[in-house]
């Protein structure tokens, strides 16, 4: 059974270039998260869909970033204009249902470089 | 969710046992107790949780304490590959997201 799968591994954009990062989940789940972890620091909590919903994106930064988990094709992060400070591995998990006992798996992320 | 603390590094011999300490002092009757690791250059992968009985699976043991104010992973035979930042995070009624604090950094030595 494949697990999470997440690409591109390795992306580099420009300044102002747009980033679309891609996860598609474990086959039978409809939860997704996604998180970024900055060079030298702990991963933090970005987003958590289920299919066609966003169901928080509190930790979203409010201009620039979107994210969707379309009915068909793999959730996608998309970053617009990006900056040097989006420089970071993004990854993404999935979970089969929405209970807290239930464990999330992850990608090997996707390595955002900016330019 | 409530906050963890954990010790900021660890070493451990290869094939001996490893004690990873975690305390949850705030922790809420109806929190999980779950614990991720994650290897350089890869994505977290999750170790094991529970709510208030020691679990055991075939990658650690989860001890926890009787009043669930701290916890502790047990890794049986540490090998190389064990070599990672632990992860140890409650996760309660707020919502599913995971909230990873700084962690502990198992150091393996040959």
């Known amino acids: 059974n494949a697990g999470v799968m997440q690409n591109p591994r390795h992306l580099v954009r420009r300044r102002g270039q747009e980033a679309r990062l891609r996860c598609s989940p474990v086959?039978?789940?409809?939860?997704v998260y996604w998180y970024r972890q900055l060079p030298e620091e702990g991963l933090k909590f970005m987003v958590y869909?289920?299919?066609?919903?966003?169901?928080?994106e509190s930790g979203m930064p409010k201009e620039r970033f979107s994210a969707e988990f379309p009915k068909e094709g793999p959730s996608i992060l998309r970053i617009q204009q990006v900056v040097r400070g989006d420089s970071a591995a993004y990854f993404c998990a999935s979970s089969p249902k929405e209970r807290k006992n239930q464990p999330q798996h992850f990608g090997d992320g996707t390595r955002l470089s900016i330019l | 969710d409530a906050k963890t603390t954990q010790p900021n590094s660890m070493e451990s011999n290869e094939e001996e046992p490893v004690h990873l300490p975690c305390n949850h002092s705030?922790?809420?009757?109806?929190?999980?107790i779950h614990w991720y690791r994650q290897l350089p250059s890869q994505g977290p992968e999750y170790v094991i949780h529970g709510l208030t009985s020691n679990v055991n699976n075939r990658m650690a043991s989860l001890a926890i304490a009787e009043d669930r104010k701290s916890s502790t992973l047990i890794l049986h035979r540490a090998t190389l590959r064990d070599a990672a930042v632990y992860y140890c995070i409650l996760i309660g009624n707020a919502g599913n997201m995971l909230t990873f604090g700084g962690g502990t950094r198992l150091m393996v030595k040959p």
């Open positions: 705030t922790i809420s009757g109806t929190d999980y």
């Open positions: 869909l289920q299919k066609e919903n966003i169901i928080d």
């Open positions: 086959k039978g789940h409809s939860h």
